[in-house]
């Protein structure tokens, strides 16, 4: 036996060992947990190996050339990572960190401008207007208002609110939106006093019939506008949203302005030209309130006022819980405070508001689930001794049984989702001024306008004007209001003491003579 071997004998276990090897562990290490150490040990770097506490100590005897040239028993030293690597792995838990602080920054954003709609006590879907309530368990109702922005000065026969409820099935199915006149003539229940500074109800206010819809909000605010329409349909709010316009240029300033589509020019005879052109145009605070304002002679249907407003909503909140602008220091803040002074709402949050507007400013004839039927609450023609128009109720209880019974629409509904390019009246005469001071100018404005259906009368030169205006006396005001919306640009120029008055002077402008608008609408589909 050599001097360096190990011996073992006798029945008692005793172990004889030799002065070359070393002492050996105790028993319960086995080779799965010396396999464990070394892969433990391959995955960490310069992992300093740890003894266990009843180890012996251990001298180390490893010489220079077993480090420089291990035998192939020994275990392999650690691999070390490359800087490349390292830089990968700091690179990747740098990433990291900074998408879980980015995902919580937008979501304070966005909860910060969702807290800026302000809040208002509106529904009360358990009323004894309700009817049919077991079939319509589960449909969604929203009462939508623009507010006039001056509607405190405006008489009621000129008031351009809007009012549209959105009602979305249960089931699933088109939405329809049912468009609800300001001057419908309506009998309003008693109505607790709205304090719109305060967003209170006070005294009771007694009830009153033959009176506008509008002047439920005026008088009673969100509860009493959906109480209003609860009792004229049958079908419980369940939701409710105003826009006023009064504060929207703060909301639209607070995003930096927006982008909106046109179909056409918007001109108003009162307000003047407010969107020239047409597709895409930029709109700031000021403009905006305008745009959706406007009630011009041949734009004055409810839907595209509606369109008109719920497009500068869904543009401005669009932006203000966009990831930009979450993201940017600051404009959540800017952007709640811009929110809070145009919208509030019970039973909705910004993010359905944001939805709704989509839908509405889209809405036409054709509807699917996001965008909804547009259909007007049948009422008279013309308007009553008191300015107000009625309802036509045969029409009326069936459109409305229809949609508390999901059934199909009665045929008598209509969609009035656009128009065509307006017409003149037949007959009507224009003359033109030339004041363009280039020669032919004021000529091709003529072409254009025979196009379009007006008969030229005179053309004879006058004065260098600046701009295009429409000069018009108090018997030709209508026609006056279809000429400027056939003609961007032109401002109004009443005559008051005339008579038979309708001239256009075409002025120079800025760069060209003012063109005709084309028959052809934009697409904003």
């Not at 509405?360 to 259909?375: C, Q």
């Not at 004041?435 to 005179?458: M, V």
């Amino acid at each position: 036996m050599s001097a360096g071997a190990t011996r073992s004998g006798g029945t008692d276990g005793d172990t004889e060992t030799g002065a070359g090897a070393a002492p050996s562990r105790p028993a319960r290490r086995g080779a799965a947990d010396s396999r464990v150490t070394e892969v433990f040990d391959a995955l960490v770097p310069r992992r300093r190996r740890r003894r266990y506490r009843d180890d012996p100590p251990v001298e180390d005897t490893t010489t220079a050339e077993e480090v420089a040239e291990p035998g192939p028993a020994d275990t392999p030293p650690p691999a070390r990572l490359d800087p490349r690597a390292r830089a990968l792995r700091i690179g990747a838990a740098a990433a990291a960190v900074l998408v879980l602080a980015t995902t919580a920054f937008g979501f304070s954003g966005r909860s910060e401008v969702h807290d800026g709609v302000r809040d208002v006590a509106a529904l009360a879907p358990d009323t004894d207007a309700i009817l049919d309530a077991d079939a319509q368990a589960g449909d969604r109702n929203v009462l939508v208002l623009g507010l006039q922005a001056d509607r405190a000065g405006t008489a009621e026969s000129a008031r351009t609110d809007t009012a549209v409820l959105v009602h979305q099935p249960a089931g699933g199915g088109p939405a329809v939106t049912l468009s609800i006149p300001a001057t419908l003539e309506v009998s309003r229940p008693p109505c607790r006093r709205f304090d719109a500074a305060t967003g209170t109800y006070g005294d009771t206010v007694p009830a009153e019939s033959r009176t506008a819809f509008a002047t439920a909000y005026d008088v009673g605010g969100p509860a009493c506008s959906v109480g209003v329409v609860q009792q004229l349909t049958g079908m419980p709010m369940s939701g409710f949203v105003a826009l006023d316009l009064a504060g929207t240029p703060q909301l639209v300033d607070a995003v930096g302005g927006i982008e909106v589509c046109t179909e056409r020019p918007v001109v108003d005879p009162v307000l003047g030209p407010v969107v020239e052109g047409s597709g895409t145009v930029e709109l700031d605070g000021p403009t905006a309130v305008r745009f959706a304002s406007a009630a011009g002679t041949a734009d004055s249907s409810p839907a595209n006022r509606v369109r008109r407003q719920q497009r500068v909503l869904a543009a401005a909140l669009g932006d203000a819980l966009s990831t930009t602008s979450l993201l940017t220091p600051g404009a959540p803040g800017r952007s709640a405070a811009g929110v809070s002074s145009a919208l509030s709402a019970d039973g909705v949050d910004a993010g359905e508001i944001l939805t709704l507007a989509r839908g509405l400013a889209r809405s036409g004839a054709a509807g699917d689930a996001d965008t909804p039927v547009f259909l007007s609450v049948p009422v008279t023609e013309t308007p009553n001794t008191r300015g107000q128009l009625e309802l036509r109720r045969s029409e009326a209880r069936t459109l409305f049984s229809a949609l508390r019974e999901h059934e199909p629409l009665p045929e008598s509904a209509t969609a009035p989702a656009s128009r065509s390019a307006a017409a003149p009246a037949p007959g009507t005469v224009v003359n033109l001024v030339d004041a363009t001071g280039r020669p032919g100018a004021a000529d091709r404005i003529a072409a254009d306008l025979h196009e379009r259906g007006y008969e030229i009368g005179t053309v004879t030169p006058g004065p260098a004007a600046p701009g295009a205006q429409v000069r018009y006396s108090p018997d030709n005001t209508d026609a006056a209001g279809t000429l400027v919306e056939a003609l961007p640009g032109a401002r109004p120029v009443p005559d008051p003491t005339g008579s038979r008055v309708l001239e256009l002077v075409v002025g120079a402008g800025d760069a060209a003579p003012v063109q005709a608008v084309p028959s052809d609408d934009a697409d904003c589909g």
